[in-house]
């Protein structure tokens, strides 16, 4: 397909038209969204399938920045409803992907488990690194974890109750109905 221009006009294309209206995007933005369980999938599957490459290429890093790569991505194409499930799953995608991938690779079951440790012990400060990327995309796209609303509410209430301020302090349990001062 060409593009032609005159002077003082848009420039169009030139062989079939494109439809405007009716099409199946309007916006002609296509766009891939995971859902949670899709993006569970998604980080394990990397996660395997990086830990065997580099098992059989002998590149440890690998492993490790696929690692990272797969959890910005899964955290961005992931859509909101699925975040949550999305902002747990990657150490443990990385733990299964690794007990599989040094099942399919190791001699025995106690090299395996050897395998499995030394994987975890190296590739610590890359899961920390993952899950905080995670959590940040996820917080920047909208995330916010739930919690109690008594943990808040009553936080303030417990610490200020917690902190002995002398006399004061007495008088106001003592003046709290059903509490007594210990004698």
């Not at 993006?39 to 890093?61: D, K, P, Q, R």
């Not at 690779?105 to 400060?125: E, I």
């Amino acid at each position: 397909m060409t593009q032609t221009r005159t002077p003082g006009q848009k420039a169009r294309t030139q062989g079939t038209p494109r439809r405007t209206s009716g099409g199946s995007r309007a916006s002609g933005r296509t766009s891939v969204r995971l859902t949670g369980r899709g993006g569970v999938v998604v980080l394990f599957a990397a996660c395997f399938l990086s830990l065997l490459l580099a098992a059989w290429t002998g590149w440890a890093m690998l492993a490790d920045i696929v690692f990272v790569m797969t959890c910005g991505l899964v955290a961005c194409y992931t859509r909101p409803a699925g975040l949550r499930s999305v902002v747990v799953c990657p150490p443990l995608a990385f733990c299964a992907g690794s007990i599989l991938a040094q099942l399919i690779t190791a001699a025995d079951t106690f090299s395996a488990l050897a395998g499995v440790l030394v994987t975890l012990g190296t590739a610590t400060l890359w899961l920390f690194t993952g899950t905080v990327l995670t959590m940040a995309i996820a917080l920047g796209r909208g995330w916010r974890p739930e919690l109690p609303a008594t943990v808040l509410g009553n936080l303030r209430v417990a610490l200020r109750d917690l902190r002995p301020r002398g006399d004061r302090w007495t008088e106001r349990r003592l003046a709290e109905p059903g509490l007594r001062l210990r004698s």
